[in-house]
Each structure stands twice: as C-alpha cells, then as structure tokens.
C-alpha cells in the first residue's frame, strides 16, 4: 500500500471558502477512499457503496470512544466524544521553551463540528480554521446600549453640554485642535472614541496622563468621577494642564450617569478590539512558535498542563488496556459480513486487515488460501492517557493583554442576540456570520484528546488451514497494517509491526498476533503519532467562562 492511508488535518488556505471548506471533515472519508484508489496496487479494492463504509467508520469509532471510558471512568467518560478519523496525534507537543509541535497544531487548531456522517460524532477541521473562525465572529460583534440606557446617556450628554464644550475649548486652546492623526491613535486603543470630549477624556486624561501600559484599557472615566484628587490619579499630565483638570472635574460632576454608561462601552469596545489585535499574535501578546520544523512566525497560541514526560508515561502503561473486538465472515462477492460487540452486523467490501512490505508485498489476510471464513479480531490499546488542551484565553494584565479567546463576549453576544438586545452589552448586530452556529452542536475546540499506544492485534481463524495460509506470511516478520484497508496503523512507525502466525492448541484454525513497537522517547519522538479514541469537546458561546 506504499504510504500510509490516514487523513492528518492539513493546513487550509487563508481564505474564507477555504476556511468554511475546513470547518467539516463530512467527506475526509470518501477523499481518503478517492485518494486510496488513486494511489494503490489495483488489488486494493475499495467499497463503491460509501454508506458501508460510513457505517464501518461509525462502529469503529463508537467502540474506541466506548472503550477509553471503560478505562478511564464514567466522570472524564460521560463529556468524551467519538471522532472521525483523521489521523495520527502528536503527543510529544513541545519542546518545554514555550513552542509547539507544528503536527500537534495542524490537530488541536482545527475547528470542531458535528460530523454529518455519523450520528454522535464530532468532525476536526483544518489547521487555524479555529482561529479564523472566532476572527470572524469577533468582528461581527458589537457593544451596543439599549434603548433605555441610549436614552439616560443622551440626557447626560445633554444636561452636561456646556461643560462639554468648555473642556474641549480648553483644552484646544492651550494645545490646539485635535487632528486626524490623532483621533487615529486614540482610536487604536479604544474604537469608541469618537468625539474631541472623547479623545480628552479617554485618550490624553485617561491613557497618556494616566500611564496606562500599551495595549491595555484606558482608565474609566467612573475612575476619574470618583477620584478625589484627580491630579494624582493623572500623574503624568504636565503642568499645562492644569486648567484642563479643573474643566475634567466640572464636566464629570455635570455628566453623573453617563460615566458610568460610557465606561461600559469603552471597555466593551476596547476589549472587542484588544481581542481582534491579540488574533494577529506576537511574542508580548500571547502568540506561539512552532517546532518541528521550527517557525519564525508566531501562531495564535494553544497550550497543555500536561508535559510531555508525563503523556509518555501514560502511553507506557500497559495495564488497562481499551480492548476493541469484532468479527466477521466471508460473505459472497468478497465482501465480509462485520459485527462489533454489541452491534449489528454490517456488509463491507473492502478489505477486513491489510498487511504490506512496501509495494511488492501486500493483501488481506482474510483473502488469502487457507485463511477459512470466519475470524475474531481483537485490537488491544494500551497506555490510554488523556491529553488536554486549551486555546490562550484573553488575560489582562498590566504589561498588556495576552491571550484570544474569551468565552464571556461569545457567550454573551449569542444570549443578547438572541433575545433581540434587548440588554446593554455586546451582540450581535447583523446577526452571526453566514454558515456559523454558536452553542451546543455549534462551532468548539478540543479540550482533551484520549490517546493510546498502537494496539496489538489478534485475529483468530476459527476454520483456517495454517500450513497453507503460513505460506503466503512466511518470508516477511516485519510488516504495515491497515484496517478495513484504508486506516493505516503506526503512524510514523509503519511498517514495524512484528507478525507471528501459529496454530490454535486446538488443533483447528491457527491465530496471527501483530505487536507494535512500543511508544518510546528518543530524538524522533515529535514525528511518533499515536491513535485518537476519543474527544473532549468546548463548544462556543456555550459557557461564559
């Protein structure tokens, strides 16, 4: 079969049908079919009808998820997910300098869907399409006031108009009128800045006076109302502004409420466009670089509490192994009849476990003289370890603020949305971007992977003929595997399963044990891929934290 037959998530393309392309694996199991027949040796047959195959996928999925919650307990089992296959998990996910594995990216930085193949599934997109996805959205959010609080702002604004202009008349006569270029400035902190009362305000008093860091919110203009001595809070106003400080306490004794509803939006709208910055990320806000191959270019930023030693010490544990079992019979047209434990009984007219030595060695087990028609497989995967995982979440702080997500605007955009805003705060206003849902079954991440060593395979031939089906084996002990001949086993290390074939003590039918080479650290250890079982999904705008 020469390469190995897994779909690992790639890296999409930057734009927003390539991006929406990658939000569903939907069809990554017909293209690996599609890809499969373009590729291999014409012996390989794939299934024409891809129902069979679906419902294949399904049952082999559904049972790996299954079992991980045997081994790992009901309280982490109950919130696991099964997940399309799309390839091998890169567990070894950082060098500990605060870098990335680039193959642990491409899996953790797709955005998660509902797969529409498999009921109960969920589907992992391409590389970034999470991030791009909450880019989106971000910019489709707004803070807005609501009809009430339009209203007691305009009052305010009204009741302190005089004392508006005085200030503004002040503070242009000692240090001139303010320009395009500035408001332009003032506008990269916060976007609610608007007016030349704003720019005084928010910009000049609250920000440069105040000696607020870069990147952080400006100082609220409650803050200042309330101050009593409004010359220390603003430290670094210059002596010249003297009669600007006295216009500023005239003013915010004039405008009572309305500082208190313009410092909701000012934070509103500096954090909304904090958040679309940190989405360019950097080395001060949060950002990562990549390892394997390394990156000059930093990448918006995941992370684990679980280090890499202590993921490897889990894979290493063989004892409570996840234990997958299935059987299946010849059936006409060589196609087999399939049936998991506890299921019902499935046609597949593919291959039942493919071996190979590169290209000049390789078929099904089950299609081979002697190999009878009847066979249990069992597939058992050890070291079942959970791996979490986390998008950086938006954390102020007085450097800066770090970090993209925060679930809290989602959360709340989504519920005042949907409620027609009728509360202040952020929302929605033109509606959530074409083909996005927010919520359970939504748009999420993966919180958690589970992950295992490979498995060893067993497979007995109840009616098999050892000596003749040995013939066909015995030249080769180190081979690949393929399930149902398009989900390739050992990742990295394909090709390093030992085969051994013997007969049953029985006297009748013989049994093949395929051993995979064990998961060790080494200097390869950020290329070794290990199979998925499972998910833990978080999906947007669901929790407010």
């Known amino acids: 079969m020469g390469e190995p037959a897994h779909v690992m998530a790639g890296t999409t ?25 373009l590729r291999a040796p014409a012996a ?3 299934a024409a009808d891809p129902t069979d195959k679906m419902q294949l996928v399904a049952a082999y999925i559904q049972a790996l998820k299954a079992k991980a919650v045997s081994v790992i307990g009901s309280t982490i089992g109950a919130t696991l997910v099964p997940i399309e296959y799309n390839g091998d998990f890169n567990w070894d996910w950082t060098t500990g300098t605060g870098d990335i594995n680039k193959l642990t990216y491409d899996y953790i930085s797709g955005a998660v869907s509902p797969s529409t193949d498999i009921p109960g599934a969920c589907a992992v997109g391409g590389t970034g399409s999470l991030p791009m996805l909450y880019g989106q959205l971000i910019n489709a959010i707004n803070w807005q006031f609501n009809d009430a609080d339009q209203k007691a702002l305009q009052a305010a604004q009204t009741k302190s108009t005089v004392q508006a202009q005085s200030l503004v008349a002040t503070y242009t006569g000692i240090y001139g009128p303010i320009t395009h270029a500035q408001f332009q400035a003032a506008q990269t902190v916060s976007a609610s800045i608007q007016t030349p009362i704003d720019y005084i305000l928010m910009y000049q008093a609250g920000y440069l006076w105040a000696g607020i860091p870069s990147g952080s919110m400006p100082l609220s203009t409650s803050a200042m109302q309330s101050s009593p001595n409004l010359r220390k ?33 000012s934070v509103g709208s500096s ?19 990549q390892s394997n191959p390394p990156s000059t270019q930093y990448f918006p930023g995941f992370s684990s509490n679980k280090q890499p030693t202590d993921i490897l010490s889990g894979l290493q544990n063989s004892s409570q192994p996840a234990i997958v079992s299935f059987t299946a019979s010849s059936a006409q047209q060589s196609a087999y009849n399939i049936s998991f434990s506890g299921g019902g009984s499935m046609s597949w007219g593919g291959w039942l476990l493919g071996i190979s030595v590169g290209a000049n060695f390789q078929g099904d087990i089950a299609a081979q003289q002697g190999s009878g028609s009847t066979f249990d497989i069992t597939m058992s995967f050890p070291g079942v370890t959970v791996i979490p995982f986390a998008p950086a979440a938006y954390q102020p702080n007085s450097d800066g603020a770090t970090g993209w997500l925060d679930e809290t605007v989602l959360y709340q955009a989504l519920n005042n949305y949907n409620n027609g805003s ?41 009616e098999g003929d050892y000596s003749t089906w040995s013939q066909w084996l015995a030249a080769h002990a180190s081979v690949s595997v393929d399930l149902f001949g398009f989900i390739s086993l050992g990742g990295a290390n394909a090709g390093a399963f030992s085969a051994q074939a013997k007969q049953n003590s029985s006297g009748t039918g013989f049994t093949l044990t395929l051993t995979p080479p064990p998961v060790a650290g080494s200097t390869s250890a950020p290329d070794q891929g290990v199979p998925v079982l499972a998910g833990q999904v978080a999906w947007l705008g669901a929790s407010e934290t």
């Open 271 to 289: 954090l909304l466009q904090i958040l679309k910055s940190n989405l360019t990320p950097s080395a001060t806000n949060g950002g990562v670089l």
């Open 422 to 462: 009728k509360d202040s705060g952020f929302t929605f206003p033109s509606g959530l971007p074409s083909g996005i849902k927010l919520g359970p079954g939504g748009v999420g991440y993966l919180s958690a992977v589970v992950v295992s060593g490979y498995p060893t395979i067993t497979v007995n031939f109840a």
């Open 13 to 37: 393309g930057q734009g927003e049908d390539t991006m929406k392309a990658s939000l569903t694996r939907s069809t990554a199991l017909m293209q690996t079919a599609n890809r499969l027949a």
């Open 44 to 46: 390989l047959k794939i």
């Open 233 to 265: 809070l603003l430290q670094y106003a210059p002596s010249s502004a003297e009669p600007v400080l006295l216009e500023i306490s005239a003013y915010l004794n004039a405008y009572g409420i309305g500082a208190s509803l313009q410092d909701a939006q």
